[in-house]
T-cell receptor, first 119, second 115 residues
Framework: GAVVSQHPSWVICKSGTSVKIECRSL??????MFWYRQFPKQSLMLMAT?????????EQGVEKDKFLINHASLTLSTLTVTSAHPEDSSFYIC???????????????FGPGTRLTVT | AQSVTQLDSQVPVFEEAPVELRCNYS??????LFWYVQYPNQGLQLLLK??????LVKGINGFEAEFNKSQTSFHLRKPSVHISDTAEYFC?????????????FGQGTTLQVKP
């Protein structure tokens, strides 16, 4: 299979502190991972594309200095929410890209998500 | 650019009845198509995907979808739903030419199965 884990599954932090969320591909290597944000009853919004060994590519409107992404190995990407505020409270989901059989295209496998609440 | 429209935000249906969740897309290039399911407070699980070949695709949990190129649609169907199918369903596309595999999601459809 293709399993992706996230840690922690939920976190509560105080306003002004930083929070790190880990995304791991457990049984395959992922040169590319994606970070999404999901508000209640809404679709997933792509925040950034995380590339192993290089800088992440952020979507328009996403503050790269606030949402720090590090993809230091082929199985781990981290998202750090710096100086968190209540408006950063959300459900954060990561996915890891895996090549499709035959080398044609890709498929994404999703983590279970992290619920962040900033008080 | 690509966009995905899921025409129904909510679909209520009784248990054991058939259901169809509609998805239309817009793209100037060829795309792969996907349906994902999300249970409350969980990540997304792949139901099925269309890459090429037969336009009727079968997935997990008894779901199937049909790719219609002329109508740019990829509707999801199940002949008989269960209470456990209650969840959020997302249609997504990915440009074949993309070197990232980026997904573009629809707004989602909430399937509510009633006893």
């Amino acid at each position: 299979g293709a399993v992706v884990s996230q840690h922690p599954s939920w976190v509560i932090c105080k306003s002004g502190t930083s929070v790190k969320i880990e995304c791991r591909s457990l049984d395959f290597q992922a040169t590319t991972m994606f970070w999404y944000r999901q508000f209640p009853k809404q679709s997933l919004m792509l925040m950034a594309t995380s590339n192993e060994g290089s800088k992440a590519t952020y979507e328009q409107g996403v503050e790269k200095d606030k949402f720090l992404i590090n993809h230091a190995s082929l199985t781990l990407s981290t998202l750090t929410v710096t100086s968190a505020h209540p408006e950063d409270s959300s459900f954060y989901i990561c996915s890891a890209r895996k090549s499709l059989s035959g080398g044609v295209g890709y498929e994404q496998y999703f983590g279970p998500g992290t619920r962040l609440t900033v008080t | 650019a690509q966009s995905v429209t899921q025409l129904d935000s909510q679909v209520p249906v009784f248990e054991e009845a058939p259901v169809e969740l509609r998805c239309n897309y817009s793209s100037s290039v060829s795309v792969y198509l996907f349906w994902y399911v999300q249970y409350p407070n969980q990540g997304l699980q792949l139901l099925l995907k269309y890459l090429s070949g037969s336009t009727l695709v079968k997935g997990i949990n008894g779901f199937e979808a049909e790719f219609n190129k002329s109508q740019t649609s990829f509707h999801l169907r199940k002949p008989s739903v269960h209470i456990s199918d209650t969840a959020e369903y997302f249609c997504a596309v990915s440009p074949i030419s993309s070197n990232t595999g980026k997904l573009i999601f629809g707004q989602g459809t909430t399937l509510q199965v009633k006893p």
